[in-house]
């Protein structure tokens, strides 16, 4: 039976995600990974910072906790508005997928 998508490994569509436009599943996956990481390093250095006696640290760790949560906010903004897409739509996009006239002939 002929699939109707070609299936792709997800480290190379995290790599196609990268340079096409669009943002395709594995690349929005490795993203909330990604931001799950900074949130939990973040949660530890807040509560390093909330034992420790020096207000400069407190605040510190708490503007670099802005600044993740501003960066959150502005790429998923962004995938918002450039939208999800395939892995083969991004193929097609570079260049990358078989043409299908190709693959009839070849069979």
């Known amino acids: 039976m002929p699939e109707t998508e070609k299936q792709v ?4 569509a995290l790599l196609i ?6 943002v395709n599943a594995p690349t929005w996956a490795a993203w ?3 931001m799950l ?4 390093s973040l949660g530890a250095l ?3 910072a909330l034992r420790s006696t020096s207000s400069a640290l407190l605040i510190h760790v708490l503007l670099l906790i802005c600044f993740a949560v501003a960066l959150f906010a502005l790429l998923t903004w ?3 508005e450039t939208g999800f897409v395939t892995v ?3 193929m097609k996009d570079l260049n990358l997928a078989e043409d ?4 009839s002939k070849a069979e």
């Open 46 to 48: 807040l509560w390093v």
């Open 9 to 12: 490994d997800n480290t190379k």
């Open 17 to 22: 995600g990268t340079l096409a436009p669009g």
């Open 37 to 40: 990481g900074l949130a939990i």
């Open 88 to 90: 083969d739509q991004q």
């Open 32 to 34: 909330k990974v990604v």
């Open 78 to 80: 962004f995938v918002g």
């Open 100 to 103: 299908e006239n190709k693959a």
